[in-house]
């Protein structure tokens, strides 16, 4: 058996490509039931967000990997990429293991240290385990993949600094104010930045979100979103008043605050107002900051703050690397365990074979025993075998996760004569075909 798989992602596929490979809950669903009749896969997990499809399988060594892609994905696909193959990426053996673990602990991801992607691997695992598409391997792959998730989030700082403008923007605000609890925002502009950036405010704490827009439709379309209030884009003065803190993202090419209509406002204010200007070209006149508590940061000044936070999460994900290691390793001693257990089993059901017969001659010997003496025997048998089996069992695992585990199980094998045994076939070779390091490519 070999441990595979096949993906391509935002570092390998442009948008196009990605979202003609983006699947919906029943599309995996779908996908998982087709493999599971599929002689050529034992377990698979599908995992699909915006940036990454992801399919880890487990095989047989001769399967063609580009093949069973086109059989059991793309044939799924309403409208596949023509040239979805040359964005594709293959891996066999222990990459996949580490590919997995750095997606888990976010080092895969557009954003270095987001916090999203541990909960789709959850999502995508659940629904497998739902199927019935996996079993032993992948359920200790990806329940291991969660720890190591878990791990990196809390050993390292790898979440803790802002690394996009929008969130850079709630972290200075939350500086300034200490909380952003019971704060009021006021969104300039109805577009993607305005939104997320309110998003990240209001799950901050942020009490009321206003929305203002040239298009009053588009604002109140986005104030609904936050169980916020719209006003008409000619009133934004007027609603700066009651507002803490603005953030603008229109797409004007002059500034819609200017410091010659800002002064009434800020006469008769006390408390501090904050502009976030996120839009290029900028929004708020910067002869705003001369005004006694009012602040204006543009989209530089939070650049700043992104490749600062940037760096500190790189050094933060060399930590991670190291974790990342240790987790390896200790999947690797699990299939080594894997590996010489069906070897023990073996031995003891044999020794328990010879045991029970020879039991059987001795009672024809002894003649008419009386329970208690049967139970005797019985036990005192069960103590000789237990204590014959127990170093050579004891010394087996040890040597599993050695260099010469491999030659120590199979000497055991060969002296117990259980070499010619089904589960030798089965389990037997596991760790050195799933933990296999090959080239990368689509065909075995």
């Keep these: 058996m070999q441990l595979v798989l096949i993906g391509l992602s935002h570092k390998t596929a442009p948008v196009e490509v990605r979202e003609s490979i983006a699947l919906s809950p029943d599309d995996q669903r779908a996908i998982l039931e087709r493999?599971?009749?599929?002689?050529?896969?034992?377990?698979?997990?599908?995992?699909?967000?915006?940036?990454?499809?992801?399919?880890?399988?487990?095989?047989?060594?001769?399967?063609?990997?580009?093949?069973?892609?086109h059989d059991l994905v793309v044939s799924h696909l309403a409208k596949p990429h023509e040239g979805i193959d040359d964005y594709l990426y293959f891996e066999v053996g222990e990459p996949v293991v580490?590919?997995?673990?750095?997606?888990?602990?976010?080092?895969?991801?557009?954003?270095?240290?987001?916090?999203?992607?541990?909960?789709?691997?959850?999502?995508?695992?659940?629904?497998?385990?739902?199927v019935g598409a996996?079993?032993?391997?992948?359920?200790?792959?990806?329940?291991?993949?969660?720890?190591?998730?878990?791990?990196?989030?809390?050993?390292?700082?790898?979440?803790?600094?802002?690394?996009?403008i929008s969130y850079a923007a709630v972290e200075l605000?939350?500086?300034?104010?200490?909380?952003?609890?019971?704060?009021?925002?006021?969104?300039?502009?109805?577009?993607?930045?305005?939104?997320?950036t309110a998003t990240h405010m209001q799950a901050n704490?942020?009490?009321e979100v206003v929305v203002t827009n040239r298009t009053f439709a588009n604002a109140e379309k986005l104030a609904e979103k936050f169980k916020g209030s719209a006003v008409p884009f000619e009133d934004r003065y007027e609603?700066?008043?009651?507002?803490?803190?603005?953030?603008?993202?229109?797409?004007?090419?002059?500034?819609?605050?200017?410091?010659?209509?800002?002064?009434?406002?800020?006469?008769?204010?006390?408390?501090?107002?904050?502009?976030?200007?996120?839009a290029v070209p900028r929004d708020i006149d910067p002869a705003c900051a001369d005004f006694r508590n009012t602040y204006v940061y543009d989209?530089?000044?939070?650049?700043?703050?992104?490749?600062?936070?940037?760096?500190?999460?790189?050094?933060?994900?060399?930590?991670?690397?190291?974790?990342?290691?240790?987790?390896?390793?200790?999947?690797?001693?699990?299939?080594?365990?894997?590996?010489v257990e069906?070897?023990?089993?073996?031995?003891?059901?044999?020794?328990?074979?010879?045991?029970?017969?020879?039991?059987?001659?001795?009672?024809?010997?002894?003649?008419?025993?009386?329970?208690?003496?049967?139970?005797?025997?019985?036990?005192l048998t069960q103590s000789i075998v237990n204590k014959m089996l127990h170093n050579p069992t004891t010394k087996l695992r040890e040597a599993s996760s050695g260099r010469r585990g491999v030659a120590t199980v199979e000497t055991a094998r060969f002296l117990y004569n259980l070499e010619d045994e089904q589960d030798a076939q089965k389990g037997f070779r596991l760790i050195r075909t799933l933990l296999k390091k090959r080239p990368s490519g689509a065909s075995e």
């Design 98 to 130: 580490a590919h997995l673990f750095k997606v888990s602990a976010s080092l895969d991801s557009m954003v270095v240290g987001e916090a999203q992607i541990l909960g789709q691997l959850k999502d995508a695992y659940d629904l497998a385990f739902e």
């Design 35 to 69: 493999c599971l009749t599929d002689d050529r896969v034992t377990e698979v997990v599908v995992v699909s967000t915006c940036n990454r499809s992801e399919f880890y399988f487990v095989t047989p060594l001769d399967v063609d990997l580009k093949t069973l892609f």
């Design 342 to 379: 069906p070897t023990i089993a073996a031995m003891r059901e044999q020794a328990e074979a010879l045991r029970q017969a020879e039991l059987a001659k001795a009672y024809k010997r002894l003649g008419d025993l009386s329970p208690k003496e049967r139970d005797t025997v019985d036990r």
């Design 239 to 278: 609603a700066l008043r009651n507002i803490d803190i603005v953030v603008s993202a229109t797409a004007a090419t002059d500034y819609v605050i200017t410091k010659e209509d800002l002064t009434p406002v800020v006469s008769r204010r006390r408390d501090p107002l904050f502009f976030f200007d996120i």
């Design 134 to 164: 996996t079993q032993r391997i992948m359920n200790k792959l990806f329940r291991l993949s969660f720890e190591v998730g878990k791990r990196v989030r809390s050993e390292t700082n790898i979440g803790s600094s802002a690394v996009s």
């Design 299 to 339: 989209v530089d000044a939070l650049d700043g703050i992104v490749e600062a936070n940037m760096a500190e999460r790189m050094v933060e994900a060399a930590k991670a690397e190291i974790i990342i290691g240790e987790e390896i390793t200790k999947f690797e001693k699990w299939l080594e365990l894997m590996e």
């Design 205 to 207: 704490g942020a009490s």
């Design 173 to 196: 605000a939350k500086r300034v104010f200490d909380t952003l609890e019971g704060r009021r925002v006021l969104l300039l502009g109805a577009g993607e930045m305005s939104e997320l």
